[in-house]
């Protein structure tokens, strides 16, 4: 090979590696601006989440505490402070109370921790309550409660009802479900999902977004063991299909409640962030370049 050529492929290969680095040195630039973005975007909406979240818990207190201090309570607290009340004639009362105040839950409760009426399912008439932190007080948490047909996530709020002696509770929540979801302000290329954690293994099936149930939603099977298993916030991608314009970067943000000293998992938020614009910049530079 002469000079001649193997100076012009010397300069053909260095204008090519200047191209290369150029190319990745500007990549690296936009997608850490990306990611920060991203990563900003998310922490908005987890705002808007929690504060939706307290929101929620504070009407749900209000209406539980509205019940409570009704006079159709306080008249049935009164007769079982009495003794030998006609339990059977309460046991669609707290269906009746519910539907007036918006609750998908409601259940009236003596002092021996025996359901007096329930609006979610009224055959658990006369069973124990045994799942309950009886010092939870009026303001909102976090629960499951099993009903007919499974468990559902809710949020909750307790009062005692005292006329006597002995006290009537008054256990009272709304489903944390895809209604709560579709209640956000969601930015564009963000969407929230929610799973409640009512098993020992994930249950794709669970997952929700604002439009019901989540398709495809055991690709998120890894992340979510990791966040069931540490009990801390985790992060990951999420390849849909084949295309990587179509991936999501998610962050899953834990759900606890129970008492303070021993914490549970509840359910877990999940924020993804849609990769295509990333993706399709990233096309678009090297394209470009080459």
């Known amino acids: 090979m002469s000079f001649r050529k193997r100076l012009l492929l010397l300069v053909a290969l260095t204008i090519a590696l200047v191209v290369a680095l150029s190319s990745s040195v500007v990549w690296m630039i936009l997608r850490r601006s990306f990611e920060r973005a991203n990563e900003e975007r998310a922490e908005?909406?987890?705002?808007?989440?929690?504060?939706?979240?307290?929101?929620?818990?504070?009407?749900?207190?209000?209406?539980?505490?509205?019940?409570?201090?009704g006079e159709a309570v306080g008249r049935i607290a009164l007769e079982l402070n009495r003794g030998g009340a006609d339990r059977g004639l309460y046991v669609d009362t707290a269906g009746e109370l519910a539907a007036g105040q918006h609750l998908d839950f409601l259940e009236l409760i003596d002092d021996q921790r025996v359901i007096v009426s329930s609006a979610q399912w009224p055959a658990k008439f006369g069973y124990k309550?045994?799942?309950?932190?009886?010092?939870a007080g009026p303001r909102a948490f976090l629960r499951r409660e099993e009903v007919a047909?499974?468990?559902?996530?809710?949020?909750?709020?307790?009062?005692?009802v005292q006329v006597g002696d002995k006290p009537l509770y008054v256990l009272g929540g709304q489903t944390l479900g895809s209604g709560f979801l579709a209640s956000l302000e969601l930015p564009?290329?963000?969407?929230?999902?929610?799973?409640?954690?009512?098993?020992?293994?994930?249950?794709?099936?669970?997952?929700?977004?604002?439009?019901?149930?989540?398709?495809?939603?055991?690709?998120?099977?890894?992340?979510?063991?990791?966040?069931?298993?540490?009990?801390?916030?985790?992060?990951?991608v999420v390849e849909w299909t084949g295309d990587g314009a179509d991936a999501e970067s998610f962050r899953a943000l834990p759900l606890t409640g129970g008492a303070d000293a021993k914490p549970e998992l509840l359910g877990v938020l999940l924020v993804g962030s849609a990769r295509r614009p990333l993706v399709e910049l990233q096309r678009r530079v090297v394209s470009h370049h080459y």
């Open 129 to 135: 309550k045994t799942d309950v932190e009886w010092s």
């Open 44 to 69: 908005g909406l987890t705002a808007q989440f929690r504060g939706e979240f307290a929101r929620r818990g504070e009407e749900v207190a209000r209406r539980v505490g509205a019940v409570a201090s």
């Open 149 to 160: 047909d499974g468990v559902q996530l809710g949020l909750f709020s307790m009062r005692a």
């Open 188 to 236: 564009p290329g963000l969407r929230v999902l929610l799973y409640p954690n009512v098993e020992h293994t994930y249950a794709a099936a669970r997952l929700v977004d604002a439009r019901g149930p989540v398709k495809d939603g055991e690709r998120l099977g890894e992340l979510m063991r990791i966040v069931q298993t540490s009990g801390q916030e985790a992060g990951g």
